[in-house]
């Protein structure tokens, strides 16, 4: 059994296709087991019966006692600190860039303003969703919606 597999988190196994009253089949599974509990299962109960198991004793021993010493929570707290690394590295100079440039200001009351429907105080900079080289286009009336899908009733003409 591989250390990389997660030897912690059960999992449950068909076990049969019995039928439904009206013929359809439905899937019966098994008790959630670790995948280590499986095969240790199996090889108990073989021992038992007089056979001579399926799983050599010293790789029985040597599984056991990796399960009783692994904690679960391990490989999830090395995987996050792995994954934290490169952010970690990078910090200081992320810091270093802030101090040098100051916060990304100019566009930080736009987008609330856009959200809430309102126009920014400060118009003297162009929207971050705009080109620089043109100027921002008119708002066009909407189109007239025919009658036949309106839910108004029809207007005389005058």
Known sequence: MSVKANPFTPSKRPVGRPGTRDGRPRRVHDRPMTPWRRPARSDGQDRA??????IPAER???????????????????????????????????????????PDTPYSNRTPARIAGTRPEDNNETPADTDQDSAPTPRKAPLPVPHSLSNEAPREAF
């Not at 019966?49 to 399926?54: K, L």
């Open 49 to 54: 019966a007089g056979g001579p198991g399926y």
């Open 60 to 102: 029985r021993e040597r599984t056991e006692r990796l399960t009783a010493e692994t904690n679960p929570a391990e490989p999830v707290r090395r995987t996050h600190a792995i994954q934290d690394q490169p952010e970690t590295m990078a910090a200081p100079r992320t810091h270093r860039l802030e101090r040098k440039l100051g």
